[in-house]
């Protein structure tokens, strides 16, 4: 396994591998969303990787060049984290975490590090040293409850 850098000739399998995961961890108006962001481009994005085989993606935001969900003055945090629906429970969703904590220390140490997930994943998140900040029912919609949470350390 390997974690790479996004390029735009990524756009299609990054967009196959959401859909992979519709409906059951995002909704499907979220698409253009999401297609956006790889899109623009302005915030570093990768790729887990068996072999030739692009497995999931996920990336990270910035907060003051331009997020308007911030809670914070300064926060960072992950964006649109997946692993393809065929691929889940296999260690490559831990990687990929594991590979943004890291960058995220190293690179924003005077950052809060948040994630917005649903409740189909926030213990998932758990794991790996985030608490819930804020909770809202059916934040994202469709059924779907929106935990911010906070990373305060490794467990």
Sequence with gaps: MQIILYT???????????DSNCPSYFNEHERFEFEN????NKFPYWL?????????????YISDTDFERAEFDKEVGFAWGMIHQDEHKKGYGKALSKFRIQFLKENFPDYQKVLRTTQNTNKFFEKFGFTTYKFVENGFGGGFDKYVMVYQKES
Excluded: A, Q, R
């Design 8 to 18: 735009s000739e990524d756009l299609p399998k990054c967009l196959e591998i959401f």
């Design 37 to 40: 962001f790889l899109k623009e």
């Design 48 to 60: 887990v990787t068996e072999g030739d085989k692009i497995v999931g993606c996920g990336g990270i």
